[in-house]
């Protein structure tokens, strides 16, 4: 039987808006299973505390455990690399931060490409570095420090979280625009990196702000700076790097993401979850608390944040000669 166009038409439009509707549904209905939120760092550090905040609160939301595993080694790479080879359906989700985006440059050999591979789906928060010394260096500006550290080139030990952290390549990009020599000490994590600069073994650190600030507030540690363009709320009479150092600035961020190709409709959904979350008062404190600042963007505009920051190591990495071991 020949139909008549009108109504040919009319039934190849709806057959046509099926595949977008099928999508919609499926999105209303995610998850109906536990969600995996893979976590690159171990437990109990700064990216797992706002992985576990984020995970409970979408638990509470959408009625299914987000399981927060993690699976540390490798400066995040061991984590990236499960959530690239999971299936791409909204299961298993990646918490992402400042490390992957160095990583893409630092590391020669990657299993996956981290601008390709990953979806970025929302973000969380972004912080300071806080540029801080042991209380016997006698400086207090940010000034002061550049002409002591020129003034005792090469004597200054500068401590990390590791070679290629975050940590370390702020310390980097400073040196590289301040004009400074300073000896980069990597250690194996934050904690022992502080433990040694409280003692005085080791004279100088950028850290982020959330890892910081309780020494900080207790005068174990003097801070001189922090790396943002703007001064941070948690610490408002601690200039800027950038007023005595024009142009530097970095930003740690944290975020979640997942294997390309996960249907835009689920990546939505958890945007807009995750972004009613930020707004939530009681989440916000808890954030606050850490000393980060809640950072609610698109999965778009957070794709952009992250290949900017991605850019902008390629330059630093190559100055310092880094590579990872």
Same mark, same amino acid.
């Given at each position: 039987?020949?139909? $008549?166009?009108?109504?040919?038409?009319?039934?190849?439009?709806?057959?046509?808006?099926?595949?977008?509707?099928?999508?919609?549904?499926?999105?209303?209905?995610? $998850?109906?299973?536990?969600?995996?939120?893979?976590?690159?760092?171990?437990? %109990?550090?700064?990216?797992?505390? +706002?992985?576990?905040?984020? %995970?409970?609160?979408?638990? !509470?939301?959408?009625?299914?455990?987000?399981?927060?595993?993690?699976? $540390?080694?490798?400066?995040?790479?061991?984590?990236? #690399?499960?959530?690239?080879?999971?299936?791409?359906?909204?299961?298993?989700?990646?918490?992402?931060?400042?490390?992957?985006?160095?990583?893409?440059?630092?590391? #020669?050999?990657?299993?996956?490409?981290?601008?390709?591979?990953?979806?970025?789906?929302?973000?969380?928060?972004?912080?300071?570095?806080?540029?801080?010394?042991?209380?016997?260096?006698?400086?207090?500006?940010?000034? #002061?420090?550049?002409?002591?550290?020129? &003034?005792?080139?090469?004597?200054?030990?500068? &401590?990390?979280? +590791?070679?290629?952290?975050?940590?370390?390549?702020? %310390?980097?990009?400073?040196?590289?625009?301040?004009?400074?020599?300073?000896?980069?000490?990597?250690?194996?994590?934050?904690?022992?990196?502080?433990?040694?600069?409280?003692?005085?073994? =080791?004279? =100088?650190?950028?850290?982020?702000?959330?890892?910081?600030? !309780?020494?900080?507030?207790?005068?174990?540690?003097?801070?001189?700076?922090?790396?943002?363009?703007?001064?941070?709320?948690?610490?408002?009479?601690?200039?800027?790097?950038?007023?005595?150092?024009?142009?530097?600035?970095?930003? %740690?961020?944290?975020?979640?993401?997942?294997?390309?190709?996960?249907?835009?409709?689920?990546?939505?959904?958890?945007?807009? !979850?995750?972004?009613?979350?930020?707004?939530?008062?009681?989440?916000?404190?808890?954030?606050?608390?850490?000393?980060?600042?809640?950072?609610?963007?698109? $999965?778009?505009?957070? +794709?952009?944040?992250?290949?900017?920051?991605?850019?902008?190591?390629?330059?630093?990495?190559?100055?310092?000669? &880094?590579?990872?071991?």
């Amino acid at each position: 039987m020949k139909l $008549p166009r009108r109504q040919f038409l009319r039934l190849a439009a709806s057959a046509a808006a099926l595949p977008a509707l099928t999508g919609s549904t499926w999105a209303q209905s995610y $998850p109906v299973r536990p969600v995996r939120l893979v976590v690159g760092f171990p437990a %109990g550090g700064a990216a797992d505390i +706002g992985a576990r905040l984020i %995970g409970q609160y979408l638990s !509470e939301r959408l009625g299914q455990p987000f399981i927060i595993e993690n699976r $540390p080694g490798a400066a995040s790479n061991v984590g990236t #690399e499960i959530v690239v080879r999971s299936p791409a359906d909204g299961y298993t989700l990646a918490l992402i931060n400042s490390s992957q985006a160095i990583n893409a440059t630092l590391y #020669e050999k990657l299993n996956y490409d981290f601008l390709r591979d990953i979806a970025p789906v929302a973000s969380l928060y972004h912080q300071p570095l806080i540029l801080e010394v042991n209380p016997s260096i006698s400086v207090a500006t940010v000034s #002061e420090f550049i002409v002591y550290a020129k &003034a005792n080139a090469g004597k200054i030990n500068m &401590a990390s979280a +590791g070679i290629g952290s975050p940590q370390h390549v702020a %310390g980097e990009l400073f040196k590289m625009m301040a004009g400074v020599d300073m000896q980069h000490v990597p250690y194996r994590g934050v904690a022992p990196a502080l433990s040694d600069l409280i003692a005085g073994q =080791v004279q =100088v650190m950028f850290d982020t702000l959330n890892s910081s600030i !309780e020494h900080i507030r207790a005068g174990k540690i003097r801070p001189l700076g922090v790396t943002t363009a703007a001064r941070s709320s948690a610490l408002p009479h601690i200039p800027t790097i950038g007023e005595s150092v024009p142009g530097y600035e970095v930003i %740690g961020w944290s975020g979640i993401g997942a294997p390309r190709n996960t249907p835009a409709e689920i990546v939505d959904r958890l945007n807009r !979850e995750i972004n009613a979350g930020l707004t939530d008062a009681k989440l916000n404190a808890r954030f606050t608390d850490l000393g980060v600042t809640v950072l609610r963007l698109s $999965p778009t505009d957070f +794709g952009t944040l992250i290949a900017e920051d991605t850019a902008k190591w390629v330059k630093v990495i190559k100055f310092a000669g &880094a590579r990872a071991e």
